[in-house]
């Protein structure tokens, strides 16, 4: 397999392992605390004694520091971070919610979940926040040359070239989190890239499949939040309701895999058994199946290469699951699918991403309508010109190139919330 990292076969990794889990409050960062609990026979209080231990050195949540601070009495992490400094959500505020005697580093805001990535104590970084607020703590990681267990794939749609240049530099190691591309990995390992014709990326169609765009003109933040088969956050839950989500996928295969877009596409597969499928050159499909559990793909990133017991995933019994089924996307219904590709091709997906952010913010507070969000990114990818893709081969130019990525992702942040219908 061509991936973004350099994988060697033995672990980079020393045992016990120092994890850091930015967007700890959120639905992969829960999960991933529960796979820690699940395996908490070999856990500890830091600093941990025994070899096969995680020690959680980090947490980085957003606003929801009851939480927060519910996971660190757990935990106990010597620092500790949160979006705000100030208010209601702030330092102070959480510093109240914390157990006597426990007095964490308290880092704030952007530049404090880049430093904990950097941290020497950290070993392994979960990059689990949500959207572009992500991308400083992965690129951060990524120069220090950690293990980056990645959910947040916008990262690599914001700035997929930079931080595959990087991680060639460093030696960084990027796992995907996310199911279909953990299962993509999983089919890979030890083949060659010339043994590897495409990729399928599973959906599981959302909770719209079958609907007419006649039928979507109507549908609500509270139907498009419903979803059939996983409990996430609620923009990737709309991402999966509009399907910009395997567009987004789409972008991320292309970076982690370094495979051309024209050798991947999308099936929806309504039961999310199948997590996705490689196509062999001998004309065989390997496939990865599983109960659709986030906690799995968690655990094979945290104990990769090796391969720790079941975290409490409930095992597949494949006779229970009733016929697995599949179907071409319909695109003219969902269009984002294809946004997404355009944009691929057009060296814009750091516009798509930010344009499809703002868009699901207004659809979620009734802003604009559902069908709404295809047609302000579509508007967004009509406008300027694309940009080559940023390099950096040395950490200024990695500085720089960020800078321009984050300049560019704020201009079309102001022009999509400015977009009428
Ligand atoms: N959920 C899944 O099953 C799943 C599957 C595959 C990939 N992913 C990817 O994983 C990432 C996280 O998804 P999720 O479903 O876990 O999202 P989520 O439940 O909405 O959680 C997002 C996390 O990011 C934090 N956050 C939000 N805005 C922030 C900001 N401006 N600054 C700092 N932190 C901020 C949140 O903090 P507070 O809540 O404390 O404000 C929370 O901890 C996304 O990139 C998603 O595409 C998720």
Not at 155 to 168: D, E, N, Q
Request: net charge neutral.
């Amino acid at each position: 397999m061509r991936y973004i990292s350099r994988l060697p076969l033995d672990s980079p990794l020393p045992w016990p392992r120092r994890v850091a889990i930015m967007g700890s409050t959120g639905s992969i960062g829960v999960n991933t605390l529960r796979v820690l609990d699940a395996w908490a026979g070999r856990l500890g209080p830091y600093p941990a004694k025994k070899a096969g231990e995680f020690i959680v050195t980090a947490l980085a949540g957003g606003r929801n520091i009851a939480l927060l601070a519910a996971q660190a009495e757990r935990w106990r992490p010597p620092v500790l971070a949160l979006r705000d400094a100030d208010g209601e959500c702030g330092v102070s505020a959480l510093k109240q919610m914390l157990p006597p005697g426990y007095r964490p580093e308290i880092l704030v805001g952007q530049a404090g979940f880049a430093a904990i990535a950097a941290r020497d104590d950290v070993d392994v970084i979960v990059s689990a926040q949500v959207g572009a607020a992500g991308l400083r703590a992965t690129v951060a990681a990524a120069e220090a040359g950690k293990v980056i267990c990645l959910a947040n794939k916008e990262s690599l749609v914001l700035a997929g070239p930079l931080i595959r240049s990087i991680c060639a530099r460093t030696g960084a190691v990027i796992l995907p989190v996310d199911s279909e591309h953990n299962a993509l990995f999983q089919c890979m390992t030890g083949r060659a890239p010339e043994e590897i014709r495409s990729l399928v990326l599973t959906a599981s169609g959302g909770p719209f499949r079958g609907k007419t765009r006649e039928e979507l003109r109507s549908v609500r933040p509270e139907h498009a939040l419903r979803h059939p088969n996983w409990s996430m956050g609620a923009k990737i839950t709309i991402d999966s309701a509009t399907l910009m989500n395997k567009g987004l996928e789409i972008i991320e295969a292309c970076y982690l895999y370094d495979m051309p877009v024209d050798r991947i596409t999308a099936a929806v597969h309504p039961q999310s058994i199948v997590h996705s499928l490689v196509e062999l050159k001998d004309g065989a499909v390997m496939a990865q199946l599983a109960t659709p559990d986030m906690r799995l793909p968690i655990a094979a990133c945290l104990s990769w290469p090796f391969m720790l017991e079941n975290a409490g995933i409930a095992p597949l019994d494949l006779l229970k699951c009733g016929p697995l089924t599949f179907e071409a996307p319909d695109t003219e219904a969902f269009p984002c699918l294809d946004l997404a590709r355009r944009a691929l091709a057009g060296g814009k997906t750091t516009e798509l991403n930010a344009a499809n952010e703002v868009a699901v913010e207004r659809f979620l507070k009734n802003d604009i309508r559902f069908l709404d969000i295809p047609a302000l990114v579509h508007t967004i990818l009509e406008t300027g010109e694309g940009t080559p893709p940023s390099l950096a081969e040395n950490p200024g130019q990695s500085r720089a190139a960020l800078e321009d990525i984050l300049s560019r992702d704020a201009r079309t942040r102001k022009q999509a919330a400015a977009w009428r219908a």
